[in-house]
């Protein structure tokens, strides 16, 4: 995992008795890992990318062989944010799908599929700032795209002409599933019916130390000189620091019903973050841990009951897609 990569890279530094770690940590955790889009580099990137695919002859995405068109809107910092959006009709649902810190969008082309053929939902796909055609030079780690996507809520209402009237589903798993708890605890407008999170955590700053302990076992805590400085970094470059960056704290303001799943064998984001996050939803809520799951394999491990689960949770609450 990346940020396993990180807290080495920063494990070596501190090792080295270098004084640059928690720029290291910063840029390597949060630094946006694609070309930005406009530039030669992204251009020829998605050039390389279309070759791979014809030399080796791997199978296309199910979103590649549909429909689906490239949108984009202007974030509230002036980035140009882009995604993939696929329409049934415009009185459908529309599920918006936030995808994982080591994913892409076009990587979460089976949920769409799912939520498209099955439920039948429209179907919006955003890239999360600093990653594939979104601009951005770091990456929010669901806090800053939380306003992102309170924007791309609008678009779905102005797109498809129902504000008043739509039925909007939030979707994530990781990272994206922090980042669509993060967007619940804002004001939400009345066309949001539920949210659905999948192995999300309960805050960027548990996380990663978390994953300096069991991985390297760093001696970090939200008060040690080294986390203390990665979140003056994060002040510097992002305007918030990671300990603001809390899942827990905004479950507590969601007022939809959501749906927490997790993995029961999930050493990434651990299991044990699941139980407070659902504890602390006020709004209706079920709660759904899958057997032998590792971190973000729960519809991979168990894809019938998974469904089953996620279905009735969308049938009970939003009243199916079309």
Not at 245 to 267: M, N, R, W
């Amino acid at each position: 995992m990346i940020l396993a990569i990180v807290i080495g890279c920063i494990a070596a530094v501190l090792l080295s008795g270098a004084c640059l770690a928690p720029i290291y940590f910063f840029n390597l955790a949060s630094g946006r890992k694609d070309p930005m889009p406009g530039t030669a580099a992204f251009h020829k990137a998605k050039t390389a990318d279309v070759q791979s695919e014809a030399a080796l002859r791997e199978p296309k995405l199910w979103l590649d062989t549909m429909p689906c068109e490239d949108v984009n809107i202007r974030s509230r910092d002036g980035l140009t944010l882009g995604g993939y959006y696929l329409e049934r009709t415009k009185r459908a649902g529309t599920v918006i799908i936030a995808h994982g810190y080591t994913t892409r969008a076009k990587g979460f082309s089976s949920f769409a599929q799912y939520f498209y053929e099955q439920l039948g939902y429209n179907v919006l796909l955003p890239n999360a700032r600093g990653y594939g055609n979104s601009e951005g030079k770091y990456i929010g780690f669901g806090w800053q795209e939380r306003l992102d996507y309170l924007d791309w809520i609008d678009w779905v209402k102005t797109r498809t002409g129902t504000a008043g009237t739509a039925r909007i589903v939030l979707f994530g798993v990781s990272m994206g599933a922090a980042t669509v708890m993060m967007t619940g605890g804002e004001a939400l407008p009345p066309e949001v019916k539920a949210i659905i999170e999948d192995c999300g955590y309960t805050s960027v700053e548990d996380e990663l130390i978390y994953q300096g302990k069991t991985t390297f076992h760093l001696n970090l805590t939200g008060n040690s000189p080294l986390f203390k400085a990665i979140n003056r970094q994060a002040e510097k470059h992002l305007g918030y620091s990671f300990k603001e960056a809390s899942s827990l704290e905004q479950v507590k303001k969601i007022k939809v019903p959501t749906l927490f799943i997790h993995g029961e064998a999930d050493t990434f984001v651990p299991t044990k973050m699941v139980y407070p996050l659902y504890e602390a939803c006020a709004a209706p809520k079920e709660l759904y841990v899958v057997p032998g799951a590792g971190h973000g394999k729960a519809c991979q491990t168990d894809p019938a009951e998974y469904e089953k689960r996620v279905s009735q949770f969308l049938e009970k609450y939003v009243q199916g897609g079309c």
